[in-house]
């Protein structure tokens, strides 16, 4: 049973640099999520796709973050220029249409920015 | 906007002894998520509730929701150190049928 997997796990990069992140969901699942957990809080809502259409962006989702899934399978989570301030886990979900939201998360990316 | 609230923030306890956790809201919910986190990973779902007044067990775990559906609770019953986390609910409020907001959830330690 293959479950949600991200990739990398960790990211380490120089303020200003981009950095890509990918997620492939649970295989069957049309809903893909990605959020963003700093120390201390719980993960918060960054964007979600259904298939390939991305349905809603978080003002968390400044115009330096873009996301795609292009074929409604694996999606990425693409920071231009990152800040210090990106520094944080990035956690990708997936789930079912109509699944009482019951989502699945990935093992999630570690960013951190120097 | 929704305040959720999650207490006690920090928890830590000697293995063999029960506890409680809980979640809770000024906001009413159709369905709440409880999830487990552990350092490093990503949340493990552990049950979702729907129905005010619902109890669900899973093994030593305890999961209430609230009659109003306006809070919840995990209840523990002899803690073991494999139930160190943290623990998260992750209510729906009917208004969005796909995004989760996440309280800041409850860091548990249980010690040998």
């Known amino acids: 049973d293959t479950g949600v997997s991200q990739d990398p796990r960790h990211k380490i990069t120089k303020r200003g640099q981009n950095v890509t992140f990918r997620c492939d969901p649970i295989?069957?699942?049309?809903?893909l999520y990605w959020y963003r957990q700093t120390l201390g809080q719980g993960p918060e809502f960054l964007t979600y796709?259904?298939?390939?259409?991305?349905?809603?962006k978080s003002r968390l989702l400044s115009d330096r973050f873009s996301a795609e899934r292009p074929k409604g399978s694996f999606s990425t989570l693409e920071i231009q220029r990152t800040e210090q301030g990106d520094s944080a886990m990035y956690l990708c979900?997936?789930?079912?249409?109509?699944?009482?939201?019951?989502?699945?998360f990935g093992p999630g990316t570690r960013l951190t920015v120097l | 906007t929704q305040l959720l609230e999650q207490s006690p923030q920090f928890l830590s306890i000697q293995e063999g002894e029960n506890l409680t956790v809980y979640c809770n809201s000024s906001s009413v919910f159709s369905s709440l998520q409880w999830y487990r986190q552990e350092p490093g990973e990503g949340p493990v779902l552990l049950v979702t509730?729907?129905?005010?007044?619902e109890v669900k067990k899973l093994k030593r775990l305890t999961f209430q929701f609230g009659d109003a559906r306006k809070d919840s609770s995990l209840h523990i019953t002899a803690a073991q150190p494999g139930d160190t986390g943290l623990y998260l609910c992750a209510p729906n409020s009917g208004g969005s049928n796909y995004k989760l907001t996440f309280g800041k959830g409850t860091l548990l330690t249980v010690n040998p």
């Open positions: 295989s069957e699942h049309n809903r």
């Open positions: 796709f259904q298939n390939e259409a991305q349905l809603e």
């Open positions: 509730v729907v129905t005010g007044g």
């Open positions: 979900a997936s789930s079912l249409t109509g699944s009482k939201l019951e989502q699945f």
